[in-house]
């Protein structure tokens, strides 16, 4: 019996077929039944770990687990312990509210999660006991003997021991963007993961051709598995709104903790009680407490969620929303992200120096032909007989489809065949009209080990041959045309050259055969001396949004890089076109990382922080390129569509997947990019900025007007005065009226100027210099405000304090319905803000005055809040009082911005 250990760490790629045999005590007829079904035994079902669901009671208990809602809970304990029940139901009401909504937004994300498992829940085609037969692919085990075949998903890990034209779609595991051709031959120890073309991992898909291979890994031993394992284990990275929302919850809380404390000694030297002391105090502690804060964040959180659901990313947890808006970094991975993933043919090139640019991209025939010293499109392809030749032999010696229907396009079979056929559309040779008006004899269909594709068919009366294929390959079925010396030399570094640019290349030949087809000889022995024709280049190319995304990356200060599993020479292109890399950088492969050492190696950290393209890079390598940027103090987006990104996800401050990714990326990233479009991952930095923009504008509201309610409490203090509001009063103004209308804040429109700021540092908390001067002086004139006021009703007036405070709510109201106005903008003009662009804004003012005006006629309110109706002109004349505190903060600014001018 084999053992799990005895197997775990060989290298497969580099055993011969016969010793993997006898390694696996397996043969060519399979294992029989009955060891299967001990080693089924040993090694455990084919299929990654059940993941954990999270279950709605986990998500409330996330949402209760907040620094800010501790400090509730506790103003709300302090609440009950003096009597004031009232004022420990609101608490709790709005603690209620901010749970609902969270749960809510959250609950919706995970639901829309896929299962780690669909990767290998599929059925394969074994052989046991010298017999084919049909299993579940979590039965299959070390052994085993697999058939592949087009189509097929690869359901563990496999030793090729044959194939026959075998493609594989390897590119969820490597970044490969190409789908590898594999064959049987021992290959060296130290051989990536990208280039074993002698093993087939789970979950990738056959795409041609037909294969056989011996299980040599199952479930969490397999690549996929490993991978899985190591994004389980991964450490994630905290967003950064919930670092500076702990590190302002801190600060709250020794700010209540020292004005208590001073309030306390005040009070006391002034002979006061202790129990109408500790009254005081929690008063005090109400006021400083910005009690609306919570659902106001999450609710701008859930309004900036749903307006990047618009622009195509879908955000899974609410605290990620801001953390594309700080990242410093993103680390973008290139096929289907920066390009479209759809081959497209670019160029043609003649021997005689003529070549053609076409325009367009991915599977279709949207686009032009343009010689390339001449802008203007084609207006007849008489003029240029070979480009007719040319096309015609892609057409006939192609075994795909694309066609368009109900509007659509739509295509089958390989990539390469799909672009030639939307090249002939371009030119306007339809594929259909081609083939049914060129009788067809015969084809040689692409295999690998050929590299070649032929077709056979009569056009003018004679038989005629041509094939495309690798060029050194067509190039041997060519005679080199009179006076031409090293032509094929030539032809081979031309395609060297672009080869080296990132383009795959084929060659195209025709030639007339002598006589008629012999029917008893094979195809590929009658093939006659070609005349060259010409190269077509193909490129995966750009995304048409991708080089102006980069480039508003650059003016937000934000540095796009890549890590690529690709060739270095495709990514290096790549990055070049778009302004990532330029041409004095050198692409970092995963080689070359090796050879620099340990990541924690000066030589290794500065092979990462010099580069901008990583190349064939393995998913641990990515891993260790996220951490050392992040350990060097950058905030790291990373993208990412496969199995070989979940680690980088999983560690990276924030994951972003790809709608067309594997399971396995969706289940880790944070956000989700339903369009795999870089320009939309942008677009959510911007979205992300603009939500930071509107939390602090929150915030600025809520503690601004706490601050004024403290300097308030101080100012009658030190006067000797009572107590201007109660209790039950503040709480109404943090959480009913001020509640109603910071609402209206989330909905702000961002700022032209947003994405020309350069990133916040993840470090740098939400109170920066000009936000913390316009808190305490817009806190200190509203307070100022509101207390002289008062002094003047109760000392001038000798107003009864129950109906002076009636009056001094009132005022605050006013002043939270003004003074949001002013939060709408640290520097700019409230009156050159447009009101259109928030509506919300005037409903939700006009809803928190009328809230209040209403309660003052309800009785149970006015018993509640000891308030009562006034006349209509002591409305106006408070109305009026308030509407300063614009002109104030106005002046601010225009001070503020002369003094320290925006960068």
Same mark, same amino acid.
């Given at each position: 019996?084999?053992?799990?250990?005895?197997?775990?760490?060989?290298?497969?790629?580099?055993?011969?077929?016969?010793?993997?045999?006898?390694?696996?005590?397996?043969?060519?007829?399979?294992?029989?039944?009955?060891?299967?079904?001990?080693?089924?035994?040993?090694?455990?079902?084919?299929?990654?770990?059940?993941?954990?669901?999270?279950?709605?009671?986990?998500?409330?208990?996330?949402?209760?687990?907040?620094?800010?809602?501790?400090?509730?809970?506790?103003?709300?304990?302090?609440?009950?312990?003096?009597?004031?029940?009232?004022?420990?139901?609101?608490?709790?009401?709005?603690?209620?509210?901010?749970?609902?909504?969270?749960?809510?937004?959250?609950?919706?994300?995970?639901?829309?999660?896929?299962?780690?498992?669909?990767?290998?829940?599929?059925?394969?085609?074994?052989?046991?006991?010298?017999?084919?037969?049909?299993?579940?692919?979590?039965?299959?085990?070390?052994?085993?003997?697999?058939?592949?075949?087009?189509?097929?998903?690869?359901?563990?890990?496999?030793?090729?021991?044959?194939?026959?034209?075998?493609?594989?779609?390897?590119?969820?595991?490597?970044?490969?963007?190409?789908?590898?051709?594999?064959?049987?031959?021992?290959?060296?120890?130290?051989?990536?993961?990208?280039?074993?073309?002698?093993?087939?991992?789970?979950?990738?898909?056959?795409?041609?051709?037909?294969?056989?291979?011996?299980?040599?890994?199952?479930?969490?031993?397999?690549?996929?598995?490993?991978?899985?394992?190591?994004?389980?284990?991964?450490?994630?990275?905290?967003?950064?709104?919930?670092?500076?929302?702990?590190?302002?919850?801190?600060?709250?809380?020794?700010?209540?903790?020292?004005?208590?404390?001073?309030?306390?000694?005040?009070?006391?030297?002034?002979?006061?009680?202790?129990?109408?002391?500790?009254?005081?105090?929690?008063?005090?502690?109400?006021?400083?407490?910005?009690?609306?804060?919570?659902?106001?964040?999450?609710?701008?959180?859930?309004?900036?969620?749903?307006?990047?659901?618009?622009?195509?990313?879908?955000?899974?947890?609410?605290?990620?929303?801001?953390?594309?808006?700080?990242?410093?970094?993103?680390?973008?991975?290139?096929?289907?992200?920066?390009?479209?993933?759809?081959?497209?043919?670019?160029?043609?090139?003649?021997?005689?120096?003529?070549?053609?640019?076409?325009?367009?991209?991915?599977?279709?025939?949207?686009?032009?032909?343009?010689?390339?010293?001449?802008?203007?499109?084609?207006?007849?392809?008489?003029?240029?007989?070979?480009?007719?030749?040319?096309?015609?032999?892609?057409?006939?010696?192609?075994?795909?489809?694309?066609?368009?229907?109900?509007?659509?396009?739509?295509?089958?079979?390989?990539?390469?065949?799909? %672009?030639?056929?939307?090249?002939?559309?371009?030119? $306007?040779?339809? /594929?259909? @009209?081609?083939? !049914?008006?060129?009788?067809? =004899? #015969?084809?040689?269909?692409?295999?690998?080990?050929?590299?070649?594709?032929?077709?056979?068919?009569?056009?003018?009366?004679?038989?005629?041959?041509?094939?495309?294929?690798?060029?050194?390959?067509?190039?041997?079925?060519?005679?080199?045309?009179?006076?031409?010396?090293?032509?094929?030399?030539?032809?081979?570094?031309?395609?060297?050259?672009?080869?080296?640019?990132?383009?795959?290349?084929?060659?195209?030949?025709?030639?007339?055969?002598?006589?008629?087809?012999?029917?008893?000889?094979?195809?590929?022995?009658?093939?006659?001396?070609?005349?060259?024709?010409?190269?077509?280049?193909?490129?995966?190319?750009?995304?048409?949004?991708?080089?102006?995304?980069?480039?508003?990356?650059?003016? %937000?200060?934000?540095?796009?890089?890549?890590?690529? $599993?690709?060739? /270095?020479? @495709?990514?290096? !292109?790549?990055?070049?076109? =778009? #302004?990532?890399?330029?041409?004095?950088?050198?692409?970092?492969?995963?080689?070359?990382?090796?050879?620099?050492?340990?990541?924690?190696?000066?030589?290794?950290?500065?092979?990462?922080?010099?580069?901008?393209?990583?190349?064939?890079?393995?998913?641990?390598?990515?891993?260790?390129?996220?951490?050392?940027?992040?350990?060097?103090?950058?905030?790291?987006?990373?993208?990412?569509?496969?199995?070989?990104?979940?680690?980088?996800?999983?560690?990276?401050?924030?994951?972003?997947?790809?709608?067309?990714?594997?399971?396995?990326?969706?289940?880790?990233?944070?956000?989700?990019?339903?369009?795999?479009?870089?320009?939309?991952?942008?677009?959510?930095?911007?979205?992300?900025?603009?939500?930071?923009?509107?939390?602090?504008?929150?915030?600025?509201?809520?503690?601004?007007?706490?601050?004024?309610?403290?300097?308030?409490?101080?100012?009658?203090?030190?006067?000797?005065?009572?107590?201007?509001?109660?209790?039950?009063?503040?709480?109404?103004?943090?959480?009913?009226?001020?509640?109603?209308?910071?609402?209206?804040?989330?909905?702000?429109?961002?700022?032209?100027?947003?994405?020309?700021?350069?990133?916040?540092?993840?470090?740098?908390?939400?109170?920066?210099?000009?936000?913390?001067?316009?808190?305490?002086?817009?806190?200190?004139?509203?307070?100022?405000?509101?207390?002289?006021?008062?002094?003047?009703?109760?000392?001038?007036?000798?107003?009864?304090?129950?109906?002076?405070?009636?009056?001094?709510?009132?005022?605050?109201?006013?002043?939270?319905?003004?003074?949001?106005?002013?939060?709408?903008?640290?520097?700019?003009?409230?009156?050159?803000?447009?009101?259109?662009?928030?509506?919300?804004?005037?409903?939700?003012?006009?809803?928190?005055?009328?809230?209040?005006?209403?309660?003052?006629?309800?009785?149970?309110?006015?018993?509640?809040?000891?308030?009562?109706?006034?006349?209509?002109?002591?409305?106006?004349?408070?109305?009026?009082?308030?509407?300063?505190?614009?002109?104030?903060?106005?002046?601010?600014?225009?001070?503020?911005?002369?003094?320290?001018?925006?960068?």
């Amino acid at each position: 019996m084999i053992k799990k250990s005895s197997i775990s760490d060989k290298k497969w790629h580099s055993i011969g077929e016969e010793d993997v045999y006898n390694i696996l005590k397996t043969s060519a007829n399979g294992i029989d039944t009955k060891e299967a079904k001990v080693r089924l035994a040993n090694f455990g079902p084919n299929k990654l770990p059940d993941k954990h669901k999270i279950s709605i009671w986990k998500i409330i208990f996330s949402q209760l687990f907040n620094p800010l809602i501790f400090i509730l809970i506790a103003a709300a304990v302090a609440s009950i312990l003096i009597g004031e029940g009232e004022d420990a139901i609101f608490i709790f009401l709005v603690i209620l509210i901010n749970t609902i909504i969270g749960t809510y937004q959250e609950f919706n994300a995970e639901k829309s999660a896929a299962s780690l498992q669909k990767l290998l829940r599929i059925r394969s085609k074994v052989k046991r006991n010298n017999t084919a037969q049909h299993l579940d692919s979590e039965e299959l085990v070390p052994g085993d003997l697999v058939y592949l075949e087009s189509g097929n998903k690869v359901p563990a890990d496999l030793r090729l021991v044959e194939t026959l034209g075998l493609e594989i779609d390897e590119s969820f595991l490597t970044g490969e963007s190409q789908a590898v051709i594999k064959n049987t031959d021992v290959i060296k120890k130290d051989t990536v993961v990208a280039d074993r073309k002698n093993m087939a991992f789970a979950g990738s898909t056959v795409m041609s051709g037909r294969g056989m291979g011996i299980v040599v890994s199952t479930g969490l031993q397999t690549e996929v598995g490993k991978i899985a394992k190591n994004v389980s284990e991964g450490e994630s990275a905290k967003p950064p709104l919930i670092h500076r929302m702990e590190k302002f919850t801190k600060n709250i809380a020794y700010i209540v903790i020292v004005l208590s404390v001073i309030l306390a000694m005040l009070l006391r030297f002034q002979g006061m009680d202790m129990a109408s002391i500790f009254f005081f105090v929690v008063a005090l502690a109400v006021s400083a407490i910005p009690e609306g804060l919570p659902v106001s964040l999450t609710v701008a959180l859930a309004v900036a969620t749903k307006r990047m659901a618009k622009r195509n990313v879908i955000v899974r947890k609410l605290t990620s929303v801001e953390s594309l808006g700080s990242c410093t970094v993103i680390a973008s991975d290139k096929t289907g992200t920066l390009t479209v993933n759809q081959q497209t043919v670019k160029k043609i090139f003649f021997p005689d120096g003529l070549a053609f640019n076409i325009t367009g991209e991915g599977y279709n025939g949207e686009g032009e032909i343009l010689p390339e010293n001449n802008s203007e499109r084609l207006t007849s392809l008489d003029d240029y007989p070979e480009l007719i030749k040319i096309i015609e032999v892609s057409i006939l010696a192609n075994e795909a489809g694309l066609e368009i229907k109900n509007g659509l396009w739509q295509h089958f079979g390989d990539a390469m065949d799909v %672009a030639l056929l939307g090249l002939g559309i371009k030119a $306007g040779m339809s /594929p259909l @009209t081609i083939r !049914n008006s060129i009788e067809s =004899l #015969g084809k040689i269909p692409y295999e690998s080990e050929k590299k070649y594709a032929a077709a056979f068919y009569k056009r003018g009366g004679s038989i005629h041959c041509g094939i495309k294929g690798a060029v050194e390959t067509v190039l041997d079925y060519c005679k080199a045309p009179e006076n031409s010396y090293y032509f094929k030399e030539k032809i081979l570094q031309q395609a060297n050259d672009l080869a080296e640019k990132g383009y795959r290349v084929l060659a195209f030949a025709e030639g007339e055969v002598a006589d008629s087809l012999q029917s008893g000889s094979e195809l590929e022995n009658q093939i006659p001396i070609l005349e060259f024709i010409g190269l077509i280049c193909f490129i995966d190319p750009l995304r048409a949004e991708a080089k102006s995304a980069v480039e508003k990356c650059k003016k %937000a200060g934000v540095k796009v890089i890549m890590i690529t $599993g690709d060739h /270095p020479a @495709t990514a290096g !292109n790549i990055a070049r076109e =778009l #302004g990532i890399h330029d041409e004095n950088q050198t692409v970092v492969t995963g080689k070359m990382l090796s050879q620099a050492g340990n990541p924690d190696t000066e030589a290794y950290r500065e092979s990462v922080a010099s580069a901008s393209v990583f190349a064939r890079v393995s998913p641990q390598q990515k891993l260790e390129i996220v951490d050392v940027l992040i350990k060097a103090g950058e905030f790291v987006a990373v993208t990412g569509d496969g199995v070989n990104d979940a680690p980088a996800l999983r560690r990276a401050n924030l994951g972003v997947a790809m709608g067309s990714g594997t399971d396995v990326a969706k289940d880790v990233g944070a956000m989700i990019v339903v369009d795999d479009n870089f320009s939309s991952i942008v677009a959510g930095v911007e979205e992300g900025r603009f939500a930071y923009d509107n939390v602090r504008k929150v915030i600025y509201l809520l503690v601004s007007t706490g601050a004024a309610e403290v300097f308030m409490f101080i100012m009658a203090i030190i006067a000797g005065l009572p107590l201007p509001l109660l209790a039950v009063q503040l709480l109404w103004l943090n959480l009913v009226t001020n509640g109603i209308q910071d609402k209206a804040l989330a909905f702000e429109a961002g700022e032209p100027e947003t994405m020309r700021r350069k990133p916040r540092k993840p470090s740098e908390g939400i109170f920066n210099q000009i936000m913390s001067k316009q808190i305490l002086v817009s806190g200190f004139i509203i307070g100022a405000m509101a207390f002289g006021y008062w002094y003047y009703l109760i000392n001038y007036l000798k107003m009864e304090e129950q109906y002076a405070r009636n009056l001094v709510l009132l005022l605050m109201v006013f002043l939270q319905n003004f003074h949001i106005f002013n939060c709408r903008s640290e520097r700019k003009s409230t009156f050159r803000i447009p009101l259109v662009k928030n509506f919300w804004l005037i409903i939700l003012v006009i809803a928190a005055q009328g809230v209040h005006i209403v309660s003052m006629h309800i009785p149970f309110m006015q018993e509640l809040l000891r308030i009562h109706p006034i006349t209509l002109s002591e409305w106006g004349i408070i109305l009026t009082l308030a509407l300063p505190i614009i002109f104030a903060m106005e002046i601010f600014k225009i001070l503020y911005n002369k003094l320290k001018p925006q960068l």
